[in-house]
């Protein structure tokens, strides 16, 4: 089922609830991540067509340079201050799985899950050209009425995706530093996190998973320049813990539990030591 509507232009398959939308020049564009009454599983791509503007990330102000691409994360909260300059494209894993996808276009655990978030992503003169022909390209295709829609529109996501990947990691100063191989066991890493993260807490599971002892994964992350690993799952679990007490009503034992503590009380212990806050006074902000 296709809509075309004002600025937003959706695709819907009822057969397999795939959801793919695009936005363009739209004001209501916003993300209610864990405040949205049935949360989606849905990823977005933005593109700032306009000025520097800013953009409130889970109620964390950032500025979004001028013509850059923001890759937001499913279950994020967003609100940008001038959404009548984006385009976005957003879609669900029904539409586009990019973890199962994630041999074609390697971007899990890079523009999504990576160690660095938000990323903003610059383009020079000859790179916002691409992104505006490729806006017309998926345009002209919500004109077609055929079978063959669906996995055109697929097909153009892809091609965006990949085109994203590739500049992001020319301005990734650990991707120019070292080779994409050697990365990789960050990249993976950052996807076994996302994945797993609510019920392993420690780097013991993960080294295992990647076939190396937690030593070896330590010491390869501090030669690639990047935070511990243990620092890595200790940040997921904390960012999470601050949706859940933005956004739900849910309580500290009902959040320890979601997050795989054993107890409130370790709970409590950890969101302190790792944000500097009790849960009771970060919920006052």
């Known amino acids: 089922m296709v809509k ?33 009454a049935v949360p989606d599983s849905i990823n977005t791509f933005v593109i700032n067509k306009g000025a520097a503007q800013q953009v409130i990330i889970d109620e964390i102000a950032y500025t979004m340079p ?23 494209w957003q879609f669900n894993r029904e539409f586009y799985c ?5 041999a074609e276009v390697g971007c899990v655990g890079f523009l999504f899950y990576g160690v660095q978030h938000p990323i903003f992503i610059t383009l020079d003169e000859a790179e916002k050209e691409v992104f505006f022909q490729l806006e017309k390209m998926f345009s002209d295709e919500w004109q077609s009425r055929d079978s063959f829609q669906g996995e055109m529109l697929r097909t153009l996501l892809k091609h965006l995706i990949i085109k994203i ?19 990789d066991i960050v990249r993976k890493f950052s996807l076994m996190v996302e994945i797993n993260f609510k ?6 599971f993960y080294a295992a998973a990647l076939n190396k002892s937690p030593k070896t ?25 601050k949706r859940y007490l933005h956004y739900t009503d849910k309580s500290a034992k009902e959040i320890a539990y979601e997050l795989g503590f054993e107890s409130p009380t370790h709970f409590s212990r950890f969101f302190k030591l790792y944000s500097g806050t009790n849960v009771s006074a970060f919920r006052k902000l």
């Open 98 to 102: 990019i973890v199962d996808h994630d």
């Open 199 to 204: 019920k392993e807490h420690g780097v013991g």
């Open 66 to 88: 001028a013509a850059s691409i923001l890759p937001v994360v499913s279950n994020q909260h967003f609100v940008f201050a001038h959404p009548e300059q984006l385009i976005a």
């Open 217 to 241: 994964l330590s010491n390869m992350f501090a030669l690639l320049k990047q935070p511990a690993p243990s620092k890595l799952i200790q940040n997921r679990i904390i960012l999470e813990a």
């Open 165 to 183: 990947t590739r500049i992001a990691k020319r301005q990734n100063s650990s991707y120019q530093q070292f080779p994409d191989e050697r990365m």
């Open 4 to 36: 075309s509507e004002n600025n937003i232009r959706e695709y819907h398959e009822e057969s397999t609830a795939a959801h793919f939308t695009m936005h363009v020049n739209n004001r209501t564009l916003k993300g209610q991540g864990f405040s949205s």
